[in-house]
C-alpha cells in the first residue's frame, strides 16, 4: 500500500522504468481480479472468465505496451455513454445536449432511479443509465443505428467494431429497469425520442464488442482532444472533448468516481462488462480488461492497475 502524497524514486520518463511500471501494473492487475466477480444481472456477462485481465498503453507515436488479454472481444456496456455523448455534441452541439441532461453527480448507483423519480425532471449527469439514455433519445431522432456504429469505430480508431447479438438479446431481455427509466423520462415529459427506438438503439450501443486496446484508442483520441493522430483528422471539436474529459473524471466510475479521481486522478469510463478506458491528456490512451468487478460494478484489476501507474508515473492530472 502506498500513499498519493509519496514521490517516485527513478526518472519517470525513462522508457525502461516506464516498461518497469506497465509490467507492476499488469501483475498487480491479474492479482486484485481475486477480489471481485463477473457480472451476472445481464445472464451473457455472466459467462466471463474472472481471472482474465489486460492492459494496453497506446501513445501518441503508434507505439503500443499490451500485456495479457489485450486482444479479447468483450462488450462495451456503459463505456459507450462517452460515444453517444461524443455524437450529441458533435451533431447536436453543447446547448441542446445539456438543455436535456444535467451535468452534475449523482452519486447514486448507475441503474438508479431515486434522484429521477424524486428530486430532478432530468437526469443528472450522461453516464449514468437515465442520462444516457435521455442523449440516445435525442440521438435517435437523427441517427440510426449504423450511423452511430460508424462513429463508434471512428471515434475508437477500431474497423472491427460489430454488434454482439448474444448480449444485445441478453440485454433486451432482462433490461426491466432500463424500460422503467425511459418510460419515467417519457412520463415527466423529457424524454426526446421514441421509447421503444430509444431503448433499442441503447442496448445495441451497450452491446459492441472491443477490447483493450480499443478503449487505448478511445482513450487516445480523448487524450489528444478528439483528433486521429495517426490520420490527423479530427472526429469532435476538443471545446466538446474537454466536456467529456470533465464528466469522465466527476461520473465516469458510477458512485466510486470521488474515491477514483483521489486514488488515480485520470478522466476514465468504466464497464460493466470489464472494461475501463483512460486518457492522459497529450500522452497516452489506457485500455483494460478484467470481468471481475467489485460492488460499485467497476473492474478490481483495472482499478488497480491504473492507480499503480497513476501513482508511480505521476499521471494525475494535478501532478
Known amino acids: 500500500m502506498f500513499f498519493t502524497y509519496e514521490q517516485p524514486d527513478f526518472d519517470i520518463n525513462d522508457p525502461k522504468e516506464i516498461l518497469r511500471v506497465l509490467e507492476e501494473a499488469y501483475h498487480n492487475g491479474c492479482e486484485n481480479c481475486r477480489a471481485g466477480k463477473v457480472a451476472d444481472y445481464i445472464p451473457e456477462l455472466a459467462k466471463a472468465d474472472p481471472d482474465d485481465f489486460g492492459l494496453c498503453v497506446r501513445s501518441m507515436s503508434g507505439e503500443t505496451a499490451s500485456f495479457g488479454e489485450t486482444e479479447k472481444r468483450f462488450s462495451i456496456q456503459s463505456i459507450s455513454k462517452v460515444i453517444n455523448l461524443a455524437a450529441a455534441l458533435k451533431f447536436l452541439g453543447f446547448r441542446e445536449t445539456f438543455s436535456h441532461v444535467m451535468m452534475e453527480p449523482s452519486g447514486d448507483a448507475f441503474n438508479s432511479i431515486l434522484k429521477l423519480d424524486m ?3 432530468l437526469p443528472f449527469n450522461p453516464m449514468i443509465n437515465a442520462g444516457a439514455i435521455q442523449v440516445m433519445s435525442m440521438l435517435s431522432n437523427i441517427m440510426g443505428f449504423d450511423e452511430l456504429l460508424e462513429f463508434a469505430r471512428a471515434f475508437c480508431m477500431d474497423e472491427g467494431i460489430v454488434l454482439n447479438e448474444a448480449v444485445y ?8 429497469r432500463n424500460r422503467a427509466i425511459v418510460y419515467l423520462l417519457q412520463s415527466k415529459g423529457v424524454l426526446q425520442g421514441d421509447p421503444a427506438v430509444t431503448l433499442d438503439l441503447y442496448f445495441k450501443m451497450c452491446s459492441l464488442n472491443v477490447n483493450a486496446k480499443t478503449l487505448a484508442n478511445m482513450g487516445l483520441m480523448i487524450a489528444n482532444k478528439g483528433q486521429n493522430p495517426f490520420t490527423g483528422e479530427h472526429i469532435i471539436h476538443p471545446g466538446y472533448m474537454r466536456t467529456i474529459q470533465s464528466l469522465m473524471f466527476t461520473c465516469g466510475l458510477y458512485d466510486e468516481s470521488g474515491e477514483y479521481g483521489v486514488r488515480v486522478g485520470i478522466p ?8 475501463i478506458a483512460a486518457a492522459v ?20 484489476g483495472g482499478i488497480a492497475a491504473l492507480e499503480h501507474l497513476s501513482h508511480l508515473l505521476q499521471l494525475n492530472v494535478f501532478d
Open 119 to 121: 428530486t430532478s425532471d
Open 169 to 176: 438479446r441478453s440485454e433486451a431481455e432482462t433490461g426491466d
Open 268 to 275: 476514465s469510463k468504466s464497464g460493466v462488462g470489464g472494461g
Open 281 to 300: 491528456s497529450g500522452r497516452w490512451g489506457i485500455g483494460t480488461y478484467g470481468p471481475a468487478l467489485n460492488k460499485k460494478g467497476n473492474s478490481c
